[in-house]
């Protein structure tokens, strides 16, 4: 048994206590709660979880329900999260997947720490098209026909390190968005994505601000 998935059963049968679950498979587990469909999961280590990594889950057990990256640094790219939602696959970390066999929509849950924001930027009225490049990365084209590239900070206050993280992992971008709801970049943030060429700001700033565009 692998240590993500030692500690998943752990997690689910002790802590969160209404959740049910076993191992069938390598990385597999079965899980069950009252009056809800079981769900058949893969508990991942992968620090990115890729289309061919998806895929190759997929083929060796066609019953998956939900897969989930179990590291808190996993990052999904976007070619593996549209594979997913077209097979009806659920996915997301380990939130993700205790909130969905309890709520019985696992096959259709997306990461719980990204889904607002993803309804959010394709509700805007400004916005033409969306391409998710990574869980947290978009290419927004505007209906000016600006194309603009957007990266997601999850942090409650994004600081210069944050900034930079972000940049040097995935690129440059033209804005970088504090998603979390109570969330304040730092001065030090602000002060990097100018010098980096991106503003860093806030979700009541953001609608504004590509208005602005």
């Given at each position: 048994m692998?240590?993500?998935?030692r500690y998943a059963l752990k997690n689910l049968n002790e802590e969160i206590g209404r959740i049910k679950a076993e191992?069938?498979?390598?990385e597999i587990i079965r899980l069950s709660t009252a009056n809800q469909p079981e769900v058949?999961?893969?508990?991942?280590?992968?620090?990115?979880?890729?289309?061919?990594?998806?895929?190759g889950y997929i083929v060796e057990n066609q019953e998956i329900d939900f897969i989930c990256g179990y590291r808190t640094q996993c990052v999904w790219e976007g070619?593996?999260?549209?594979?997913l939602q077209s097979k009806g696959i659920g996915w997301g970390n380990f939130g993700t997947l205790s909130a969905a066999v309890l709520g019985g929509n696992a096959n259709i849950a997306e990461h719980k720490v990204f889904a607002f924001a993803n309804r959010l930027i394709h509700q805007y009225g400004i916005v033409e098209n969306v391409i998710r490049e990574y869980d947290r990365i978009y290419q927004v084209r505007l209906k000016s026909g600006r194309d603009i590239r957007i990266g997601m900070v999850v942090d409650y206050e994004p600081t210069a390190d944050s900034v930079r993280s972000l940049w040097e992992?995935?690129?440059p971008m033209d804005?970088?968005?504090?998603i979390n709801p109570n969330g304040r970049p730092t001065e030090s943030a602000t002060s990097v994505g100018r010098?980096?060429?991106?503003?860093v700001i806030t979700t009541e700033s953001l609608k504004s601000y590509l208005h602005s565009l």
């Open positions: 692998k240590w993500q998935v191992c069938i498979g390598d058949v999961a893969v508990i991942s280590e992968a620090m990115t979880i890729t289309k061919d990594l998806a895929q070619d593996a999260i549209r594979l992992r995935f690129g804005i970088m968005w504090n010098e980096l060429g991106c503003v």
